[in-house]
């Protein structure tokens, strides 16, 4: 299996454009988790999906910030408008529910650089 | 609520040094524990885990035991390398999807 899959891995836009980040689950992979990696915050979670269905957003930092999964195969992170704060490296995450204490696999990231 | 805290870094040794990055952790039940490392430019890898009290995780030299008794995970590896040089995360799940994970901790192994 490729792993987990993200594009870009690298994203340079305007503050108060729209970015769109993108997310392929390992196959099979139910679970599906997005995280945000800054310096000063570390790594936190920001939304999570199980079968398709987000279960736990309350990481997400504002209005600003949506995520959709409208298949098994696929997720978007979508800020709109952007501003300079929310650069950082954007990492998706999956892991098949209810296999015990499997681990969750992360893809390679995507480096947002909002100027 | 649940959470992890790891040994604040960063951490610099010479090569063939002991390592030791320690994690304690606050979860209610058992929770499984796992150590991922981040190499530069790259995601998060698991590097070993532990799924119940007293258990040994163990991979690449690095090991780990599962101490309930100090809610501890603390990481070790007897000589470091070069090439260990990466970010290590310590991590809770407890029952569910939920993961919890350390600050980081940097390493930067010197020849």
């Known amino acids: 299996d490729a792993g987990v899959i993200q594009s870009p891995r690298h994203e340079v836009t305007e503050m108060g454009q729209e970015v769109t980040l993108r997310c392929k689950p390992i196959s099979g992979h139910n679970s599906l988790f997005w995280y945000r990696q800054t310096m000063m915050r570390g790594l936190e979670l920001l939304i999570y999906f199980n079968n398709n269905v987000p279960i736990d957003d309350s990481g997400m930092p504002e209005d600003r910030f949506s995520a959709k999964m409208p298949n098994a195969s696929f997720s978007t992170l979508k800020i709109q408008p952007s501003e300079p704060r929310d650069s950082a490296v954007y990492f998706c995450?999956?892991?098949?529910?209810?296999?015990?204490?499997?681990?969750?696999?992360f893809g390679q990231g995507t480096r947002l650089t909002v100027v | 609520g649940d959470s992890v805290t790891q040994m604040e870094g960063p951490v610099t040794l010479s090569e063939e040094a002991f390592l030791t990055i320690n994690c304690t952790y606050t979860?209610?039940?058992?929770?499984?524990l796992f150590w991922y490392v981040q190499y530069p430019g790259e995601g998060l890898q698991l590097l070993l885990k532990?799924?119940?009290?007293?258990d040994k995780g163990s991979n690449k030299g690095f090991e780990a035991t599962y101490r309930k008794e100090t809610t501890s995970f603390h990481l070790e590896k007897g000589s470091v390398q070069v090439s260990d040089s990466a970010v290590y995360f310590c991590a809770l799940k407890r029952a569910g999807n939920q993961f919890y994970f350390g600050t980081g901790t940097s390493l930067t192994v010197i020849p």
């Open positions: 979860a209610t039940g058992y929770p499984s």
């Open positions: 532990a799924t119940k009290a007293d």
């Open positions: 995450a999956s892991r098949p529910t209810g296999q015990g204490d499997t681990e969750a696999f």
